[in-house]
């Protein structure tokens, strides 16, 4: 009898889990990776009134037109004697899923990885400006604490440098980063990064830059170096390049640290076909942890990264939550099971009467699944 409840419990409860798991993530990934994205763009110059920022010469802003708020964005800023051009196919490719992205110039075709950091920085003030601007398409419509920075070549060392300066920016997209001689202190962050790289750059060589991005990046910041095969120093290499997968690389990079979806953790993990080389430190598990994010709450559970949803503000009494997780899960039902028959001191005997049996396990069936 103990060993067909065993099974039972165990086959319905596995079933819950990864029916759940696959409803909710998979669906979702399929849907919001196709290129194009499901949203309609269009955008936004200085001829529209939106702030002209004194570090970037020069900006447009890509915004989806029929998604709904709060959006979050990301400024991308071009490398050495490059023109803001070079990088506006990202604008409508990332605003069509959903993300608000400026393209700005920089004031001086030769300005440095430092002046280009600066840029970015000033950037995110016109966009957070944009929240307030009577008249803008995205008035009120921005997450002003959702910010992502990104560029190529000296852009792409300038966005590293940007999220030293400002920890607040909640992820780095380093197309061919190109900063000489880079420090620790240089790349000292918290904000995770990809880095890509090409793998015949003879300009921002893989092993004089972008490899030591990666390797200097401080180990406990999420990061990611894709070297794409054949590729060189190409400004204009966009989300079509590697044959579409630098675009997906990048989307689901934004998705899972900017908007903090953490379905979009498996796709990161996935091996280019384009890839020369492909190393991270990425553990999705260790990343994207479910639970009551609210500190004042009774279930509060520290290590939480995702609020899903299960705080609660009065009583946190749940007879069915043996190992303190705040769930009734498939833990707590092994838990019943290791203690199937104790007529002493039991800690899964939920019903009371003195000792563990199947109506103990039927009425922690009765409540599995339930959120503490």
Same mark, same amino acid.
């Given at each position: 009898?103990?060993?067909?409840?065993?099974?039972?419990?165990?086959?319905?409860?596995?079933?819950?889990?990864?029916?759940?798991?696959?409803?909710?993530c998979?669906?979702?990934?399929?849907?919001?990776?196709?290129?194009?994205?499901?949203?309609s763009?269009?955008?936004?110059?200085?001829?529209?009134?939106?702030?002209?920022?004194?570090?970037?010469?020069?900006a447009?802003?890509?915004?989806?037109?029929?998604?709904?708020?709060?959006?979050?964005?990301?400024?991308?800023?071009?490398?050495?004697?490059n023109f803001?051009?070079?990088?506006?196919?990202?604008?409508?490719?990332?605003?069509?899923?959903?993300?608000?992205?400026?393209?700005? =110039?920089?004031?001086?075709?030769?300005?440095?990885?430092?002046?280009?950091?600066?840029?970015?920085?000033?950037?995110?003030?016109?966009?957070?400006?944009?929240?307030?601007?009577?008249?803008?398409?995205?008035?009120?419509?921005?997450?002003?604490?959702?910010f992502?920075?990104?560029?190529?070549?000296?852009?792409?060392?300038?966005?590293?440098?940007?999220?030293v300066?400002?920890?607040?920016?909640?992820?780095v997209?380093?197309?061919n980063?190109?900063?000489?001689?880079?420090?620790?202190?240089?790349?000292?962050?918290?904000?995770?990064?990809?880095?890509t790289?090409?793998?015949?750059?003879?300009?921002?060589?893989?092993?004089?830059?972008?490899?030591?991005h990666y390797?200097?990046?401080?180990?406990?910041?999420?990061?990611?170096?894709?070297?794409?095969q054949?590729?060189?120093?190409?400004?204009?290499?966009?989300?079509? =390049?590697?044959?579409?997968?630098?675009?997906m690389?990048?989307?689901?990079?934004?998705?899972?640290?900017?908007?903090?979806n953490?379905?979009?953790?498996?796709p990161?993990?996935t091996?280019?076909?384009?890839?020369?080389?492909?190393?991270?430190?990425?553990?999705?598990?260790?990343?994207?942890?479910?639970?009551?994010?609210d500190?004042?709450?009774?279930n509060?559970?520290?290590?939480?990264?995702?609020?899903?949803?299960?705080?609660?503000?009065?009583?946190?009494?749940?007879?069915?939550?043996?190992?303190?997780?705040?769930?009734i899960t498939?833990?707590d039902v092994?838990l019943?099971?290791?203690?199937? =028959?104790?007529?002493?001191?039991?800690?899964?005997?939920?019903?009371?009467?003195?000792?563990?049996?199947?109506?103990?396990?039927?009425?922690?069936?009765?409540?599995?699944?339930?959120?503490?």
């Amino acid at each position: 009898m103990r060993y067909l409840v065993t099974a039972l419990i165990f086959s319905f409860s596995l079933m819950s889990v990864l029916g759940q798991s696959s409803v909710s993530c998979d669906s979702l990934a399929q849907i919001a990776l196709l290129n194009p994205g499901p949203y309609s763009v269009s955008s936004l110059d200085e001829s529209d009134n939106i702030r002209n920022g004194p570090d970037y010469a020069g900006a447009h802003i890509y915004y989806p037109t029929n998604a709904s708020g709060p959006l979050s964005s990301i400024v991308l800023v071009p490398g050495f004697m490059n023109f803001e051009s070079t990088l506006q196919n990202w604008g409508p490719f990332l605003a069509a899923h959903g993300i608000v992205t400026m393209t700005i =110039g920089a004031n001086y075709l030769t300005d440095s990885p430092t002046q280009r950091k600066a840029a970015l920085l000033d950037a995110i003030v016109t966009l957070k400006a944009e929240q307030i601007r009577i008249g803008s398409p995205l008035y009120y419509s921005l997450d002003i604490n959702n910010f992502a920075v990104g560029g190529f070549s000296m852009g792409g060392g300038g966005a590293q440098l940007a999220a030293v300066s400002d920890p607040t920016i909640k992820a780095v997209i380093a197309l061919n980063p190109f900063l000489s001689n880079a420090s620790e202190a240089d790349l000292n962050h918290n904000s995770p990064v990809l880095i890509t790289s090409g793998e015949l750059d003879f300009i921002a060589s893989p092993n004089l830059h972008a490899n030591v991005h990666y390797t200097v990046t401080p180990d406990s910041t999420p990061k990611q170096l894709y070297e794409i095969q054949n590729a060189g120093h190409d400004p204009l290499i966009g989300p079509n =390049g590697g044959y579409g997968e630098v675009g997906m690389k990048v989307l689901s990079w934004l998705q899972a640290f900017l908007i903090d979806n953490h379905c979009y953790c498996p796709p990161i993990l996935t091996v280019p076909t384009t890839a020369s080389e492909f190393t991270h430190n990425i553990v999705c598990e260790d990343l994207f942890v479910q639970g009551c994010t609210d500190s004042t709450a009774c279930n509060y559970n520290p290590s939480a990264t995702i609020d899903d949803g299960s705080c609660e503000s009065q009583s946190c009494a749940c007879p069915g939550d043996l190992n303190g997780d705040f769930a009734i899960t498939v833990a707590d039902v092994l838990l019943t099971l290791s203690e199937f =028959g104790c007529m002493s001191n039991c800690t899964a005997d939920i019903n009371g009467d003195g000792f563990v049996n199947v109506t103990d396990i039927l009425e922690l069936l009765s409540m599995y699944g339930t959120v503490c």
